[in-house]
């Protein structure tokens, strides 16, 4: 997933590397940045013709949850539809920027969503709602429910 450039804590993070390699002329390397951090390729394209930012605070975590989610092996509780619902709460700076922090990861989010469900089920409770899944996902993100 994050073989070659390791995972950034922030949008800018991605855009200071991204113009480290521009200014080397390392388009290859500039590519691969791009794909680990799911960044759509017509921004790259963009940014290597000279209009504008590498990528912006939405689109950096957009991608992280989209290669994230890629990643991920369905147990439980399939991870496409939380991550569906993630990447709608990004179109809010704040939550984007703290789906982008590398403390935080689809992988985590999902073992916390399945220990929250197995407590339902201790309790003799055999479904969670769809929402109640979506919010413990949004909580981890947040870290209201998952620890630090």
């Not at 002329?25 to 290597?48: C, M």
């Not at 709602?129 to 620890?147: I, K, M, N, T």
Request: glycine fraction near 6%; aromatic fraction near 12%; charge should be negative.
């Amino acid at each position: 997933m994050y073989e070659v450039f390791g995972n950034f804590d922030s949008y800018e993070e991605i855009n200071a590397c991204a113009e480290g390699l521009l200014a080397a002329g390392d388009t290859e390397h500039l590519k691969t940045l791009a794909k680990e951090n799911g960044i759509p390729e017509f921004l790259v394209e963009s940014y290597l013709s000279g209009s504008g930012e590498f990528t912006d605070w939405m689109n950096a975590a957009l991608g992280k949850l989209e290669v994230e989610a890629a990643d991920h092996k369905d147990k439980y509780v399939p991870v496409q539809p939380v991550a569906d619902y993630l990447k709608s709460l990004c179109m809010e700076e704040e939550f984007a920027r703290l789906v982008r922090r590398r403390t935080k990861n689809m992988e985590d989010c999902m073992k916390y969503i399945e220990t929250k469900t197995g407590e339902l089920v201790r309790k003799g409770i055999m479904y969670a709602p769809d929402l109640q899944v979506f919010h413990w996902a949004r909580d981890y993100f947040r870290e209201e429910g998952a620890e630090k």
